[in-house]
């Protein structure tokens, strides 16, 4: 009854997504240390590819500490929401046609379901932690996630009309002529950018913006529990890559290389922009943040749905 | 079989956090356990063959609007105080009128069921997501209108509270 390959398939899943993610770390801190002219961590290991786990050591043995006025069952909770909410995502992301592990006809459905409880870490965490900075940052981070993941639906609904099926692996390949980034590149921007805002991330790292809020949601936090917060907000790019590469840039499609070569590759190229897209902004006011969303990006997105219902409907491409 | 297991779990999920959304003394629990219902409750959906409901539930509910209210209500700033005066207010007393009524529909409910006839339908037909358009915008397009123009009330409404007033207004 139970699927051995599917179980096998899980586990290899889930043991390499860790470690990537600590990879990426490392990477990011590289990448950014390149781009402003100095080393960044270059010691533990060739080229400091072991910083990443000189932190885990480090981070393990800290000491784990709760609050004595935080809410305790909270408190230990929102970390694993935080990131068991993003893990799941996973479940449905097309990494090459033999490769899938829930090929479920609601599959872009479950990505946002997913990403929608993902807020409730940062928001329970702000709360649980019964201080003042991390109630304001997760106070900012329900208001920014909700904000954003209105129109972060609005957007994609564009490649389902293309697409016809909510299905991740159809719209892969409905893609096969051309990628859904030309016809749908309005909805390809807007998608990046609340996918930044999702996994709150430099520029849009309001709820944890360190020189206002010190450290924001997870002020309180330290060990552990802390590591867990890190290790969603990496996953997060990860996923928002791999996301933003099935929808809009082919997914495994490509010729010459195998399938699972190019999603990774196109997913490498997207992360590489997002940490660059760090080093180069500075962060934006919150009310502005706010403003952006609802008064450009949503009516920018409702419209690239209308155009693009329009032209599916009187017969276009 | 098993489907049928898992349903009556969620199913057994749901009823209990529900009751721990009304014995809840402090607020935010209170909204996280209703939270863990409509995710339970979302199970049960696509358990009947409802996947696009099932979704719809959590991206909807449990992600947008319980987010809003978890929201609302971090900003009362919830003390031991608050704790306290809510479990005085939940005294037995207030607890026997709502019982007796409930029980009371439950009963009904039972009956009804008993009465009604057995349903021919044993298995569970999945319902894609084009069926569920199809028929919103075929047989139930007036329902569909009148949710639309509630909706554009709250709207208005909420806009018309949010305005700032001009100065000389005030």
């Not at chain 1, 533990?44 to 709760?66: E, M, R």
């Not at chain 1, 409702?302 to 155009?307: H, T």
């Amino acid at each position: 009854m139970w699927d051995m390959e599917l179980l096998l398939k899980i586990t290899l899943l889930v043991s390499t997504l860790l470690p990537t993610a600590a990879l990426l770390v490392w990477l990011e801190r590289r990448l950014l240390g390149f781009w402003q002219e100095r080393c960044g961590p270059n010691r533990v290991g060739p080229f400091g590819i072991l910083q990443s786990l000189a932190d885990l050591i480090k981070i393990l043995f800290k000491h784990d500490w709760i609050p004595p006025f935080a809410d305790k069952p909270l408190f230990v909770l929102a970390p694993l929401i935080g990131a068991l909410a993003v893990m799941m995502s996973f479940v449905v992301v097309p990494l090459s046609p033999g490769w899938m592990i829930s090929d479920s006809h609601i599959g872009l459905l479950f990505f946002l379901a997913m990403t929608s409880l993902a807020v409730y870490g940062v928001l329970l965490a702000g709360w649980s932690s019964n201080n003042k900075y991390a109630l304001l940052g997760g106070m900012r981070a329900a208001a920014q996630t909700i904000c954003y993941e209105v129109f972060m639906g609005v957007s994609l609904l564009g490649v389902v009309i293309l697409a016809g099926s909510f299905r991740l692996s159809d719209i892969v390949q409905a893609q096969q002529g051309l990628w859904f980034v030309i016809p749908q590149f309005v909805g390809f921007v807007i998608f990046i950018i609340a996918g930044i805002a999702e996994s709150h991330r430099l520029p849009f790292d309001l709820p944890e913006a360190e020189t206002e809020l010190t450290g924001g949601f997870h002020t309180e936090y330290s060990g552990i529990k802390f590591a867990l917060f890190f290790l969603g907000e990496y996953l997060g790019i990860m996923l928002i890559s791999m996301m933003a590469t099935t929808l809009f840039l082919g997914g495994w499609l490509g010729p010459w290389l195998p399938p699972l070569v190019w999603f990774l590759l196109k997913t490498l190229l997207l992360i590489c922009f997002f940490i660059l897209l760090r080093a180069s902004l500075p962060r934006p006011r919150y009310d502005q943040l706010l403003a952006f969303g609802w008064k450009w990006l949503l009516p920018l997105a409702l419209v690239n749905l209308l155009v693009t219902a329009a032209i599916k409907l009187t017969g276009g491409t | 079989m098993i489907i049928q297991w898992l349903f009556y779990a969620s199913a057994t999920i749901a009823v209990v956090a529900s009751l721990l959304v009304i014995t809840s003394k402090n607020a935010v629990h209170a909204i996280l356990y209703l939270v863990v219902s409509l995710l339970a409750l979302s199970l049960c959906f696509y358990l009947l063959g409802a996947p696009f409901a099932a979704a719809l539930q959590i991206i909807v509910y449990a992600g947008a609007i319980m987010v809003l209210f978890v929201f609302a209500v971090m900003l009362f700033n919830i003390s031991d105080e608050d704790v306290r005066r809510e479990a005085q207010w939940l005294s037995w007393q207030a607890w026997v009128g709502p019982t007796v009524l409930a029980l009371l529909l439950l009963a009904q409910w039972v009956l009804f069921i008993q009465l009604a006839p057995a349903s021919a339908m044993t298995e569970t037909i999945m319902v894609e997501a084009r069926a569920v358009g199809a028929t919103l915008f075929g047989p139930y397009l007036l329902a569909v209108e009148i949710a639309s123009f509630l909706l554009l009330a709250g709207l208005v409404g909420g806009f018309h509270l949010a305005k700032k007033l001009p100065e000389d207004n005030q």
